[in-house]
């Protein structure tokens, strides 16, 4: 924090918005925003924001921002007392918990609780004092399949290679716009200035996809692809490697384990025989293939266009046998494994070996999908909602999640929890969701929150630690969102309303250094007693870390006052090699074929001649919107109307559509929506594209801004029976649906 204007003070804050966790400096005079820019001194991002930063003044001067409680009283929401809201909570859910068990309480974890250090450090606190295995997150309607992959191949959920972007001299990038989106599973601020720069030292920006997307614009080739089939892509540039003798394990090959499995299983997949499923020309497939073997410093990296895919978790897993089989895994300019400096399980415990991970521990009650990373899919919370007997869903918490409008067959997703006994949602908006709450309890502002990012470190293009301290006080009344999780979490154990979370931060951390340190536990346990909630968390994470002082044991390593004291972050190098030492599989070895994915490469050739449906839709961000909940900004609300169906000229004709008229879509459960046309080749033949995150119509809400153009919920046609069987993940593109211009009968 610095000085300038005699009333204003200048301050880093951390973007908690999106995975490019931008450095903002923020200007602050008698207690308001008065002006959001890039930190241009942030060591990671440097200077680098978009328009959602720059809105997050909108966000802490919402008027719509909820600031206290609500309980539902007789229909009608009713301001209440934090007191009250948790008796309230007591009241309802300890008798559920005592007539129906702990599973009938689940648990939806929606995106920004990844952001918010308050909200992902504390969940695993209090899904464990919920004692329910009815856990639900976003995680699977996006990244679980990659999760997954990762997971077997390299031995931990989160041991995810990135592209090292700044020395890599060819990317072939599938299913991602980071021009919109801003990076994902890869914390890359600036994408443009590091493809403009790869570019401009003579690499290569390919870019795989069913539109012509903003980050095709910038790229030096596009392929338009049939959605859904990026594994005939996949297993095609695969099998050019074996038969055109391009495989170099190079460092690597004493490292891998299962090549020969690899080369067996993608024997039938050669360019000539999946080209047309995947509409891509064998001859282009094969120069992939040598153009990545062939170019010393190159990476593959694919992102949620090939994860919400009925093989999600097999692309996923191709996408890294690409990057380990040319021997670009784990070398600079090639996929890297970042080394964060907190809370990555892969600097944890003996470096090089692991339990690795497994699935299906339990599984779901009413389609007998496998428990994931301790999840179940999202697909089907309505039905163990809907489906009496032992076991039923009663209640549900939601954590920043707004599944009305996030996850397919939205509607049907309403009308379930409709039906729930109890529904508590800790949120900033009374919206889609929060709408079916009985309590809904706020979360802070951001500017009122001190910020780590907790996950996004383990997958950014540098090494970096960087801590923002809150700005602005609490709101009166307000409490932070790890103390809300506390009180719930001592409520579910039976302690009642009243119980101090304070105290019970105390026992947590008491109980879990325990744990971890043995007879070194009371000396680290004194050593972070100056702090409390997240912060504590984080000193001991950072301590304990990579970098960290390790109590004493190297006196110039990171401590938390270490990284508070450099407001615009720390940075700790570019990536390294980190083979062997990152894996954390029971063997020691890179898994490059899993018997799971391996037996899920006879699915993909069952499907290999399937014809294409006569329109299929997939989804699209701008960066002007994030998921579902930020337009009710006006900053980023005002302008032309984004929440469009982009159709390509030839469907326009044959479907009898016409620029700037409306498409009527209907999708196989018989919703539907109609959205503005906006006819354009962007689009492949076949294949429509509407944004998710809208369809802000529903009564009962409060956003009045979001309420004037609340645009269509994409997810009311999508299909919530479609799912990636191995990670449980949605299908969210290639969904077929019936398009017929507006005015038609239905
Ligand atoms: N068709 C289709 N559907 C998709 C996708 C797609 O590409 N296509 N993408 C999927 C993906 S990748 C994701 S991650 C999900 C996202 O879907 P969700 O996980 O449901 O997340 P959001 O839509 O971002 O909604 C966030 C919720 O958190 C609330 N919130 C915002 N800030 C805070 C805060 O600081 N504290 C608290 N307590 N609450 C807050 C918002 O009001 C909102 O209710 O959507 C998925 N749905
Ligand atoms: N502005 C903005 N930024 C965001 C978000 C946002 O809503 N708005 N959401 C955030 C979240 S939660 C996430 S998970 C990330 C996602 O970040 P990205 O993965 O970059 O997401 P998208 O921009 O949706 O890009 C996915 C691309 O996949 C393409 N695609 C669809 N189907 C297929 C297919 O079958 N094959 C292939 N190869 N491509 C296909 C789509 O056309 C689209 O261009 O973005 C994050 N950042
Ligand atoms: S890209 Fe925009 S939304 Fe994402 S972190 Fe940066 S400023 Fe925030
Ligand atoms: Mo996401």
Redesign the pocket.
């Known amino acids: 924090m610095s000085a300038t204007a005699p009333n204003e003070t200048v301050h880093q804050r951390i973007c908690p918005i ?2 490019a966790c931008c450095g903002l400096e923020i200007r602050i005079a008698d207690g308001k925003v008065t002006s959001i820019r890039g930190d241009a001194s942030d060591v990671f991002s440097k200077g680098f924001i978009c328009p ?1 930063g720059v809105a997050v003044k909108d966000l802490h001067d919402d008027p719509d921002r909820l600031r206290m409680p609500l309980i539902k009283r007789d229909g009608r929401f009713v301001a209440a007392t934090w007191d009250e809201a948790f008796e309230e909570i007591d009241r309802r859910l300890t008798p559920i918990i005592a007539a129906h068990g702990r599973d009938a309480v689940a648990v939806s974890l929606g ?1 920004p609780s990844s952001h918010k250090h308050g909200l992902i450090l504390y969940t695993s606190k209090l899904v464990k004092a919920l004692g329910t295995k009815s856990i639900f997150s976003a995680s699977t309607l ?2 679980m399949p990659k999760q997954l992959s990762s997971g077997l191949m390299f031995g931990h959920w989160l041991s995810i290679p990135v592209p090292d972007i700044e020395r890599c001299d060819f990317l072939l990038m ?5 021009m ?5 599973l890869w914390t890359v601020p600036d994408f443009r200035g590091k493809a403009k720069a790869l570019r401009e030292r003579g690499g290569k920006l390919v870019v ?4 012509r ?1 903003e980050t095709a614009d910038i790229a030096d080739a596009h392929h338009f ?1 049939r ?4 594994a005939y892509l996949l297993l095609g540039m695969v099998h050019t490697l074996f038969d055109e003798n391009l495989v170099r394990l190079g460092r690597l090959a004493e490292h891998v384990s299962g090549v020969d499995d690899v080369q067996a299983a993608v024997r039938g997949f050669a360019p000539e025989v999946v080209a047309e499923r995947c509409g891509i020309p064998a001859a282009t497939i094969r120069d992939l293939a040598r153009t990545l073997a062939r170019t010393e410093r190159a990476a593959v990296y694919g ?4 994860c919400v ?1 009925e093989f999600g978790t097999v692309n996923s897993w191709l996408v890294d046998v690409l990057n380990v089989l040319t021997g670009h895994l784990d070398e600079p300019g090639g996929a890297m494994f970042t080394k964060a400096a907190a809370f990555a399980a892969n600097t944890l415990g003996r470096p090089g070996t692991g339990r690795g991970i497994v699935t299906g521990r339990w599984k779901s009650r009413v389609s007998g999908a496998p428990e994931v990373f301790g999840e179940i899919p999202m697909n089907c919370l309505a039905e163990e909602i809907e489906t009496p007997g032992p076991g039923q869903v009663k209640a549900l918490i939601t954590i920043a999640s707004n599944p009305v409008l996030s996850s397919p067959n939205g509607p049907r997703m309403a009308k379930a929890i409709d039906q729930l006994d109890f529904v508590v949602s800790l949120d900033i908006y009374l919206n889609e969701t929060s709408r079916h709450a009985d309590v809904i309890l706020p979360g802070v502002s951001p500017l009122e929150d001190s910020h780590y990012d907790v996950p996004f470190p383990q997958f950014s293009y540098r090494n970096h630690a960087r801590y923002s301290r809150a700005i602005l006080p609490l709101t009166s009344g307000q409490i932070p969102e790890w103390q809300t999780m506390l009180k719930i979490a001592a409520i579910a154990q039976g302690k009642g309303a009243k119980a101090d979370p304070l105290a019970m931060d105390d026992e947590l951390l008491a109980d879990d250094v325990r744990k971890q340190a043995g007879p070194s536990a009371d000396a680290i346990i004194e050593a972070v007693s100056g702090r409390r909630g997240p912060e504590r968390l984080l000193d001991l994470a950072l301590r304990m870390g990579p970098y960290g002082d390790g109590f004493g044991a190297r006196p110039d390593g990171l401590t938390l006052s270490k990284v508070m004291a450099a407001p615009s972050g720390i940075d700790l190098g570019a990536l390294n090699s980190r083979v062997p030492e990152v894996l954390r599989t029971p063997t020691g070895k890179i898994e490059l074929a899993p018997a799971m994915l391996l037996a899920d490469v006879q699915r993909v050739a069952q499907h290999l001649h399937q014809a294409p449906h006569d329109v299929v839709i ?6 002007r ?3 579902s909940w930020m337009h009710n900004l006006p900053l980023l609300a005002k302008g032309p109307n984004r929440c469009t169906a982009l159709v390509h000229p030839a469907d326009a004709t044959r479907l009898g559509l016409t620029h700037g008229g409306a498409a009527r879509i209907t999708g196989r459960a018989g919703h539907v929506i109609e959205a503005q046309v906006e006819v354009s080749d962007e689009m492949m033949p076949g294949v429509i ?1 509407v944004p998710h ?1 809208w369809g802000h119509d529903l009564p009962d809400t409060q956003l009045q801004v979001a309420a004037q153009r609340p645009g269509a919920n994409l997810n009311a046609v999508l299909d919530d029976t479609l799912i990636d069987p191995l990670s449980g993940n949605a299908v969210l ?2 969904v077929p649906v019936t398009v017929v211009a507006a005015s038609q009968p239905g």
């Open positions: 999106c995975e959602k995106n996006d990244q599938l299913g991602a716009n980071p919109a989106s801003n990076g994902s795989i996809d069913p539109r997307t692809i959605p859904n089939s990026d992102r949620i266009g090939t895919q997939i989804g699209r961000r701008h960066v919107s994030n998921n594209s995150g593109g290639g």
